[in-house]
């Protein structure tokens, strides 16, 4: 275990009922928080609470000092710019769809659990117009005939993710709450 993942697992984080308060009475904090919704191939998002949606808290680290403080000890340890996105999923729901990043990402899971399916990268490089065309046509294809690492993470577990690494979460029985640290190499 290395000194940024005991450093993850360690920290206090808002709860979701801080995240959730915040975005009703925080007009600018609102309007970087989306509701996403997941079923099958339906995916939604908005802007306005949708039922049994999973909430999506964008570029928080400036709102909240420990989150500010965490970014700043990762770019520390790795000198490349950090920006960090909370994500509330309810019971027995999937978060996004399956997609990747074109970043790094450092995940702690800070509440309940969730049941994550990570498939290698297929593709040696990755960019926006990639992830564009991915999302509509191959990465549905692809992760299906294709093993995945499947992974819980419970409270304080932590998972790193590359770049260009298709992943999916859904929850448990209880809702859940995790923080996503992206690591930009640009």
């Not at 970087?32 to 949708?50: G, P």
């Not at 790795?78 to 399956?98: D, E, K, M």
């Not at 960019?127 to 991915?134: K, V």
């Not at 093993?147 to 809702?175: D, F, I, Q």
């Amino acid at each position: 275990m290395n000194a940024l993942e005991i450093l993850l697992k360690s920290s206090k984080f808002p709860s979701s009922e801080e995240l959730k308060a915040r975005t009703i009475h925080d007009s600018a904090f609102s309007r970087k928080t989306r509701h996403v919704k997941t079923e099958a191939d339906i995916f939604q998002s908005s802007l306005f609470e949708l039922k049994d949606g999973t909430w999506s808290f964008n570029s928080i680290e400036n709102d909240f000092p420990c989150i500010n403080a965490l970014c700043e000890e990762i770019e520390l340890h790795t000198g490349l710019r950090v920006q960090c996105n909370a994500y509330f999923t309810p019971s027995a729901a999937q978060g996004l769809p399956i997609h990747y990043d074109l970043h790094d990402i450092w995940i702690v899971q800070t509440e309940g659990s969730k049941l994550w399916k990570v498939w290698k990268s297929f593709r040696k490089e990755v960019s926006l117009q990639t992830l564009l065309a991915d999302e509509k046509e191959n990465l549905q294809a692809w992760t299906a005939g294709t093993p995945s690492r499947n992974l819980r993470l419970e409270k304080n577990h932590t998972l790193y993710l590359k770049k260009g690494e298709p992943h999916v979460a859904t929850t448990t029985t209880k809702s859940s709450l995790h923080f996503s640290f992206g690591i930009y190499n640009e």
